[in-house]
Nanobody
Framework: VQLQASGGGLVQAGDSLRLSCAAS????????MGWFRQAPGKERDFVAY????????YYADSVKGRFTISRDSAKNTMYLQMNSLKPEDTAVYYC??????????????????WGQGTLVTVSS
């Protein structure tokens, strides 16, 4: 399984962006997928999670109400709609997929596959 993240770019505060994460390879049927981000000089942090079958979603408090995670199962693609972007959202955004259930969807160690990252820069 390969994950390809795209959609990053340079925007101004208050703008919107939509990130995509396309999966390819053998039959893709993850238990869940997530978005993480890593700002310069900081650790990688959880952003959002989506259970692939049930569609349950969870968000970091810092993005709740502004970001929306979704999927198109037919296209094996996950999205992150980011609205009202702030300078503190600047980071490299990574998508990830996990094969099986675990309660720690917010920890990167629970994921089996990772995309290469896409840079989001929000200017003030």
């Amino acid at each position: 399984v390969q994950l390809q993240a795209s959609g990053g770019g340079l925007v101004q505060a208050g703008d919107s962006l939509r990130l995509s994460c396309a999966a390819s390879g053998r039959t893709f049927s993850p238990y869940g997928m997530g978005w993480f981000r890593q700002a310069p000089g900081k650790e990688r942090d959880f952003v959002a999670y989506l259970s692939w079958i049930g569609g349950d979603t969870y968000y970091a408090d810092s993005v709740k109400g502004r970001f929306t995670i979704s999927r198109d199962s037919a296209k094996n693609t996950m999205y992150l709609q980011m609205n009202s972007l702030k300078p503190e959202d600047t980071a490299v955004y990574y998508c990830a997929a996990k094969r099986s259930y675990s309660s720690n969807y917010y920890e990167d160690k629970s994921y089996n596959y990772w995309g290469q990252g896409t840079l989001v820069t929000v200017s003030s």
